[in-house]
């Protein structure tokens, strides 16, 4: 007797019909479909909390960095001062200088730098770290400050907290 012949002829003993075999197969994908409706239920609740979570935890980061803006502002001020002592000291053109200080406000999110009274108290005391001749500072307060008493006030008080 050969084996292989023996089980290709063994067929399913379970006396189903096709139809019942069909309302069998309906039953159970009626059910599945079900099933995976009510995971998904689930799966939607899940994902709206956690996007809940996500919403609440952006929130929390939102407070906090808005109480440490004082410490962005000293950074960016901080920044601002360390490339005016740099700049300076290279002899560069201001013009270029101009360049270099809207790259730092674009890392800091200060989209007009021109306007930001930090970034003058910074120009100041950078001009007063470099310790260019009075001359120099004179051109650079000048051209940066275009006759704004206000930017030319917060350069000074940038060069008096370093002098």
Known sequence: M???SDSRRIKPTTGDTPLIRSRRTLYLTGSAMLMFSLLGCAAGSSISESSNSISTSFESSSKSSTSSSEERKEAYRGDVRHYTEVYTR???DVAGFARGLS???EKYGTTNWEADHTTYIGIGEGLAKAGI???QVDAYMTHLAQGDPLKIAAIQEGLGRLR
Do not use: A
């Open 133 to 135: 001749p009075q001359n």
């Open 103 to 105: 790259s730092i406000g």
């Open 2 to 4: 050969d084996m292989k």
């Open 90 to 92: 290279s002899g560069s």
